[in-house]
């Protein structure tokens, strides 16, 4: 798999590690919530069989955080987009 | 004072030759002065104005390199650079770019990087077994520049113009404490094409 980094092109999957979910971030934890909503800010993550966004962290190359919008059954890759630059 | 105290070239102690011939020729290029230069988020536009000013040069917005007049910019990450000053001394970071600090944040780290410049026919052909990325003549070209990753250390790459001979000529960057790794690595990949080191170059 190459994921094609917006400012260092298309790189292979070795350099670059992976966090997850990129949508749940929206939920970050808040003392106004509950217990069991912030468990499930903190620790709940989707992940679904298909198109998914997701962040992975360019390591070794330019150091950016990427949103990537991925089919996690084939690996196809839609998009990615620099963090810093996200749209909702 | 004993010789213990004298500078010295991070490669004295490795051997300089590998194979026969001169496919890779690798050339220590000490004594620059390194920079890193990250601009503060609402001040790209001030920082790029005052450094076209004074270093007459349009900061990169990709990974591409440009130099004149001795100083070489190179962009590493978006809206960050490496600065690299030749022969510019200790006051490079301390007087020459200390007016860039009221827009980026500014680190020296010349002592930070030990930098190889590899020339010779055969250099895309060893590096290509060392690093995951497409060195072909026409997708690194001339003034483009890449960080990747070599046997685990992290390192920066830029393509110079072409040596006069036409042979291509790479320049690496890495961390000094990963110099003589890096050394080794290339000298063995080079084993098959001939390698051969040479003391500092100026230019
Ligand atoms: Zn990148």
């Known amino acids: ?88 | 004072m004993s010789d213990e105290c004298a500078a010295r070239s991070i490669f004295a102690a490795v051997p300089h030759t590998a194979g026969t011939g001169r496919g890779v020729i690798a050339i220590e290029r000490d004594g620059l002065a390194i920079a890193h230069l990250a601009a503060r988020a609402t001040q790209l536009a001030q920082l790029t104005e005052r450094f076209r000013e004074h270093f007459g040069m349009v900061l990169p917005d990709g990974a591409r390199r440009v130099a004149a007049h001795g100083v070489a910019v190179a962009g590493i990450a978006p809206q960050r650079w490496l600065l690299i000053g030749e022969d510019a001394g200790e006051e490079f970071v301390s007087g020459r770019l200390a007016l860039l600090e009221h827009y980026a944040a500014l680190v020296e780290l010349s002592d930070a990087y030990a930098v190889l410049r590899l020339r010779g026919a055969q250099v895309r052909a060893s590096l290509a077994k060392l690093v995951p990325i497409d060195l072909h003549d026409t997708r690194f070209r001339p003034g483009d520049v890449a960080q990747t990753v070599l046997e685990h250390m992290p390192v920066t790459l830029w393509r110079l113009e072409d040596a006069p001979t036409g042979e291509p000529m790479i320049e690496l960057a890495v961390g000094r404490s990963f110099a003589v790794s890096l050394y080794e690595a290339l000298r063995e990949s080079a084993t098959e094409f001939g390698f051969c080191f040479e003391p500092t170059a100026k230019g």
């Open chain 1, 1 to 88: 798999m190459r994921i094609n980094c917006p400012f260092c092109g298309e790189r292979d999957l070795s350099e670059f590690s992976y966090l997850g979910d990129a949508d749940s971030a929206k939920a970050i934890a808040s003392a106004a919530q509950s217990e069991r909503e912030q468990i499930d800010a903190v620790y709940l993550r989707a992940n679904p069989a298909g198109v998914h966004r997701e962040l992975w962290y360019h390591a070794f190359g330019c150091g950016s955080w990427l949103n990537v919008t991925r089919d996690t059954r084939t690996h196809e890759i839609f998009a990615v987009q620099l963090s810093r630059e996200r749209t909702p």
